[in-house]
DNA sequence: GTCTATACAAAGATAGAC
DNA sequence: GTCTATCTTTGTATAGAC
């Protein structure tokens, strides 16, 4: 049986996602958990805290997966950035999935300063981690860049986090598959660059 | 003088743009107009009301500005382009500013469904306006795109507003500059993509 | 660990004077 | 067109029983 500290973060999660921090309450949250407010306040002393517990907790997760496939051996360039795509591609089966973080990001300057740092360390870790693996990709010869590593990689967290934004309103979901298709076409060893 | 109503309009919009419009309440628009609560009623009769005006307004007047530069038989190709990135370019002047209907895309299914409708329109709009720029440039010999103009346009689309995102959380104004210079480079027609 | 009850502030909105 | 005053609801948070 789940802790229910761990049901209280999966509830505060998926309504920030969907409907943003500021609009989601302890009684959102108390009804998907099927308990009181008040016993919210035993686990998570304030809403603050709560918010700060639920975008670490992400963050982590991801920063895990991120260097477990980093550090693997078997995965090479090609499949290290395709296991970047999944949780984006997973987002794009329902039309109102969006990452956690890019979500925040449109609300940053009214969440308080825990969230805000746990939300740029994300991206932060993110836009890193794919330079690397870009630069990686690139000296094995997998990779063919347009750009230096660095640029190419801000371009490409910002597409797929601006690509998760603009799926949800349009509600069009191929939009991220296209995308995703594009960043491919992008980085292939075919498309050799001739300047 | 400036009428009341354009005062709360461009008061909204600089707070939703930057905390968001759940976050914004009559009293913080009040007290930019330096009026009450109540007057702003009298405009406006329901927050709904005030957030749907604010949109629209900027999607019109951002619709209008991109109709004009690509009915404009003066500019080229590459200087539609250029003047796309305008807006983008002096959001990046300050760490704080992104995109009203960026913002609005984080918190969309917690939005009325007028807001809803007038982001959705906005995007769709920005999306065909570009692809249809890619498209006649392509034509002309002047770009060249590593994919059709559908998908590299919604991929351009969702990178500039992702970066906006990005640059307001770690606060890196120069995330915007680099992400607009590698489009650039992207679509340069010295950079012939050869497969 | 969960509850009832409650405190206190702030929200959106309305009535009616000026 | 703007104001004071007020209504009603909802928010976060606390106190204390079980």
Redesign the pocket.
């Given at each position: 049986m789940r802790d229910?500290a761990d049901h209280i973060l999966d509830a505060a999660q998926d309504l920030i996602q969907t409907r943003g921090f500021s609009a989601?309450?302890?009684?959102?949250v108390a009804d998907r958990v099927g308990?009181?407010?008040?016993?919210i306040?035993?686990?998570f002393?304030?809403?603050?805290a709560l918010g700060e517990a639920v975008v670490r907790r992400y963050r982590e997760r991801f920063a895990a997966a991120l260097a477990a496939v980093r550090d693997d051996p078997e995965q090479d360039a090609w499949a290290t950035l395709e296991f970047y795509f999944t949780p984006y591609l997973e987002f794009a089966h329902s039309a109102e999935k969006v990452c956690l973080c890019g979500a925040l990001a449109g609300e940053i300057l009214a969440l308080p300063a825990g969230m805000r740092g746990e939300v740029r360390r994300f991206f932060e870790n993110h836009q890193r981690w794919l330079e690397e693996i870009l630069e990686t990709g690139q000296g094995e010869g997998v990779f063919a860049l347009f750009d230096a590593p660095r640029p190419v990689a801000r371009l490409f967290v910002a597409a797929l986090q601006g690509a998760l934004l603009v799926k949800r309103t349009t509600g069009d979901i191929g939009q991220l598959l296209e995308v995703v298709e594009t960043i491919r076409s992008c980085v292939r060893a075919g498309a050799k660059v001739d300047r």
């Open positions: 229910t989601m309450s302890f009684q959102d308990i009181k407010k008040p016993s306040v035993h686990h002393p304030s809403k603050n």
